[in-house]
């Protein structure tokens, strides 16, 4: 085994987990697509919960705790997002984003 | 100390606890009444439907009724154990000196016939020993004498912050002063009380419904309806109840002035009970203001006694204005009375001396200190240094007519109070009252505490306000007892009969006839209150009908009632052996005996014997009217009906009262009436030194007091010339009455076409109320539309003026403000509003481009992050 995993390249994962996602979030009109790249960046987040967890004694427990608190939400967000991407179908025959533009100032 | 052995040490206090008991139940009903109304925003929650249904809910209960009853017969009990006790304590006292004065006579009597000259010393010795052993007794029993049990403390006190603690300052007393008279009057005071609270349960029995209909009370939609004021009626007896006996306990004027005003409110409020009826209204407010112009006086009596003496305390200011019986020399010349005399110069050490001369200008005021020896009263000198500002052993003085004056005040409140003439008017419209209230308020006890307070201010008073007060009965009594004779609403008549009595009390009081004149209050309450009790059951009966003239021919309807009130017609009349007879015989003794000394106030013996006549003809009369011949109105007599037990029981009661009350023995005597006597313990010394003794100025007090006894004044002979005069009128007077209302021999009628015009000055009631419009009411009334107009024309105009003024000011006030104020507003508004519309533009609605902000956001923040920690791990 060459140079042990560390902390790093956790970050490192986690951040181009944030990248994909942010990105996939931004440049998606699909609902679904948005959705599916919130959760990357949940996830990005939840690995650097844990790798702090396991690096770090003194977030033994905060971060593993926090890791599935995330998890949690984002089933829980999934379940509301999805509801509500349901709904904008039933509406606009559509998942396409931009056609939401009610809320326009 | 438990509760009866306070009374044990105080026997005062039984009265106190009675006068309280009463105030007690007044703050109860009060209380109740006020929870009550309370539950009135609630009554409609669960709580406070229960709350308001515990109270009785829209029915009316007698819980009320019960609670001032059952305070009043308390009242009752208590003062009747105290004053048991005192009259035994004094009994006990005077029986024992009475023996071993007996035995020092018997013992000279035996030493006068001794012979022998070694039995003469033994029983010389034996006479010495007892009178050793009387002095003794006298000694110390020595406060039972003038027995009265009384005790104060301060009430209020006004204390001058400059003044020191030595120098006390202004201070209101309140105390009591128990002697046989309050004790007799709170006796007599809380038994007729006790038994027209019983008498009320049943005569206001209407009002226990949840809406009474007035019939007397005329609305736009047919008779006024309201609810039932039953409890509210026992409310104001009690509080009537606490005032009057309060007042018979005060040891001071003021206490007696205070409940003086508290009668006087219960009144008001009792007198407009039927307050929508303008008649009770109108007659409340009379009652009300005729009563100020007496208390105006009694409130100028007031000043003077207190700039003058500096106490209100009824014992300080008659040993003040009196000269002491004894001094430390024995018993002093001029004992008992004023002592007048004039000022003369300043002498070396800065006092004045009063030089003593029997129509001095000044009065001479004796120390409040215990006396010392009395020079100038006894002997040739007859000077007395007077100070200005008398310390407590000092003597000082005033002038006389002050004295005068003080007295003509404060009996110018009992002329209001007990409605003597010329401030009689009020009484006979206070019939508009209920019929209970009239016979306890009206007739048998606060009227009367005019006469009470006579009696208790006597020995303040000088021989001119006695005049006054005398003549003022007597005028009084006949004016009263000739309208009562044209009457013909029963409880007006009885209300003149009260007045007429009143009057006889007065003079009474006013001719020296201090026992006479307070036993017939006493007498006069028992078969006053027995009389209007018995109304009460007539217009009950015959359906709140008052007419005399649509009675007639009741007595086999309603026998408690006409016989009950026939004894309260005989005692009034002065038909021997009832109890008026005693009292009234007492009274026309005394004006007999004063009128022979003094011949030329002939009237005052005149005018109440011939009214003697007159009374017995006018409640003759009204009996005969009401009870006896042919009904004059079917329709009333068809309806009548006897009333209640509740309200026939305290009649026969005090029908019993009203025959025996004043009976002694021998029953015959009118001299030896028990409750006169009784009277008598109580009677101040300044009576006997005023009236007791006329010519010999030099001798003493103590001797005149047996000489009295042969003048005519006190003539045992007086009373049976002035008994079997009056007699003989008063049965004149109701064979006439008989004659004409029983057996209608003679027409009333025709006697009234006769004398059209006596006939209508009666009625009008000598035209006193015309002469109080034009004299009091209309000029007040004027002034009254002047003060309007001034209102209407002055006030009002500035008033307008000032609000145009106003209204100009405002206008411009609010152009400014439209301009500069809004103005400024406006812009900030504006100017937020432009904003606002520029940075509308930032929000796309585009949810990605909302993304993208985020993540720039972030990343930004995350690269000033980083600089930052690069910076402070560098710094």
């Not at chain 2, 309050?182 to 006790?194: D, E, K, N, P, R």
């Not at chain 2, 409890?231 to 409940?259: E, I, T």
């Not at chain 2, 009300?288 to 006086?297: L, M, P, Q, S, T």
């Not at chain 2, 209309?778 to 000032?802: K, S």
């Amino acid at each position: 085994m060459s140079a042990a995993v560390g902390l790093n390249h956790f970050l490192l994962l986690g951040a181009l987990l944030f990248v994909c996602g942010a990105i996939c979030m931004a440049t998606k009109r699909n609902a679904i697509g948005i959705l599916m790249g919130v959760e990357l960046v949940l996830n990005a987040a939840t690995i650097n919960f844990v790798a702090f967890a396991y690096f770090n004694p003194v977030f033994q427990v905060e971060g593993q705790v926090f890791a599935l608190f995330v998890i949690v939400l984002a089933a829980a967000e999934a379940a509301i997002a999805l509801a509500i991407v349901l709904n904008f179908y039933n509406n606009h025959m559509t998942v396409d984003v931009d056609t939401a533009e009610e809320l326009k100032g | 100390m438990n509760i009866f052995e306070l009374f044990r040490e105080h026997p005062g206090f039984y009265f106190v606890a009675a006068t309280l008991v009463p105030l007690v139940s007044f703050l109860l009903i009060l209380l109740a009444s006020a929870m009550w109304c309370a539950t009135r925003p609630f009554r409609y929650t669960p709580a406070g439907a229960a709350l308001f249904n515990f109270f009785g809910g829209e029915q009316r209960g007698r819980g009320a009724a019960y609670v001032a009853t059952a305070a009043i017969a308390i009242a009752f009990l208590l003062s009747l154990t105290g004053f048991i006790r005192f009259t035994t304590e004094q009994s006990t006292f005077e029986t024992r000196i009475a023996g071993l004065e007996k035995d020092v006579r018997d013992l000279q009597a035996q030493e006068a016939k001794a012979t022998d000259a070694k039995e003469k010393e033994e029983l010389h010795e034996n006479g010495e020993r007892v009178e050793k052993q009387l002095t003794d007794v006298e000694g110390r029993w020595e406060h039972l004498r003038n027995t009265s049990w009384q005790s104060h403390f301060d009430w209020l006190r006004i204390h001058p912050a400059h003044a020191n603690d030595s120098e006390r300052g202004t201070i209101l007393q309140l105390g009591f002063k128990i002697d046989s008279l309050s004790g007799l009057m709170f006796v007599m005071v809380t038994f007729i009380a006790t038994l027209i609270h019983l008498f009320s349960m049943g005569y206001m029995a209407d009002e226990l419904q949840p809406e009474v209909e007035d019939h007397q009370v005329h609305t736009a939609h047919g008779h006024l309806h309201r609810r039932g004021r039953f409890g509210r009626f026992f409310m104001y007896l009690s509080l009537f109840c606490f005032s009057m006996l309060n007042l018979l306990l005060a040891d001071n004027l003021f206490q007696v002035f205070v409940s003086w005003e508290l009668v006087g409110v219960c009144s008001y409020l009792l007198v407009g009970f039927y307050f929508e009826r303008t008649s009770a209204a109108n007659a409340a407010n009379k009652a009300f203001i005729v009563n100020r112009i007496g208390d105006a006086g009694f409130i100028l009596g007031l000043l003077i006694v207190w700039t003058s003496l500096g106490t209100f305390n009824f014992d300080e200011i008659f040993k003040q204005v009196r000269a002491p019986l004894t001094d430390t020399h024995g018993p002093v010349r001029l004992a008992g009375r004023f002592v007048r005399g004039n000022l003369e110069a300043e002498n070396a050490s800065g006092n004045q001396s009063l030089k003593i001369a029997d129509n001095g200008s000044q009065l001479l005021l004796f120390p409040r200190a215990k006396p010392g020896h009395y020079h100038a009263i006894g002997n040739s000198r007859g000077e007395v240094d007077v100070s200005a500002a008398p310390k407590s052993d000092e003597h000082s003085s005033m002038p006389y007519w002050m004295l005068v004056a003080a007295g003509l005040g404060i009996f110018l409140g009992c002329v209001g109070k007990s409605a003597q003439f010329p401030l009689h008017v009020w009484l006979p419209d206070a019939m508009e009252g209920p019929t209970p209230v009239s016979a306890l308020i009206h007739a048998a006890t606060m009227v009367a505490a005019g006469v009470y307070l006579v009696g208790r201010c006597f020995p303040m008073f000088p021989a001119e306000t006695l005049l006054v007060i005398a003549y003022t009965g007597g005028i009084t009594l006949f004016v009263a007892a000739s309208i009562a004779v044209v009457m013909t609403d029963i409880k007006k008549v009885l209300a003149y009969s009260t007045v007429s009595q009143l009057g006889y009390m007065m003079l009474a009081l006013g001719v020296g006839g201090w026992v006479a004149g307070l036993f017939h209050l006493m007498t006069h309450a028992f078969f006053k209150a027995l009389l209007f009790l018995g109304s009460g059951s007539v217009i009950y009966g015959c359906h709140h009908e008052q007419e005399m003239t649509k009675m007639g021919g009741l007595f086999p309807k309603m026998k408690i009632t006409a016989l009950t009130m026939l004894a309260g017609v005989l005692a009034i009349a002065g038909i021997p052996l009832f109890t008026g007879w005693y009292s009234k015989d007492a009274i026309l003794a005394q004006a007999l005996g004063y009128v022979w000394v003094h011949n030329n106030h002939m009237l005052l013996f005149l005018l109440p014997l011939i009214t003697a006549g007159i009374t017995a003809f006018y409640m003759a009369r009204m009996w005969f009217m009401t009870f006896t011949g042919k009904p004059r109105d079917e329709h009333v007599y068809e309806h009548a009906h006897e009333s209640p037990w509740l309200m026939t029981v305290p009649l026969i009661l005090l029908a019993v009262c009203s025959v025996c009350v004043a009976w002694g023995w021998p029953i015959y005597d009118a001299e030896k009436s028990w409750l006169g006597h009784n009277v008598h313990h109580a009677q101040h010394h300044a009576v006997l030194a005023d009236f007791g003794h006329v010519e010999a100025e030099e001798e003493y007090w103590a001797a005149a007091k047996a000489e009295a006894q042969n003048e005519r004044l006190y003539a045992h002979h007086n009373h049976h010339l002035a008994g079997n005069l009056a007699l003989g009128l008063v049965l004149i007077g109701i064979v006439f009455a008989g004659l004409i209302y029983w057996k209608r021999v003679l027409d009333p009628a025709e006697a009234k076409e006769q004398f059209p015009r006596l006939h209508a000055f009666l009625m009008d009631k000598w035209r006193f109320d015309r002469l109080y419009s034009v004299a009091v009411v209309r000029p007040a009334l004027v002034v009254g539309h002047w003060f309007a107009a001034f209102d209407l024309r002055v006030i009002d105009g500035i008033i307008h003026f000032v609000a145009r003024l106003m209204m100009w000011v405002s206008k411009w006030d609010g152009i400014f403000d439209n301009a500069i104020i809004d103005g400024l507003v406006n812009l900030v508004g504006n100017v937020t509003y432009r904003i606002g519309a520029r940075l509308r533009d930032v929000q796309t609605g585009f949810l990605r481009s909302y993304v993208l902000f985020m993540v720039l956001a972030a990343v930004g923040i995350f690269i000033l992050l980083a600089y930052f920690v690069r910076m402070a791990m560098a710094g």
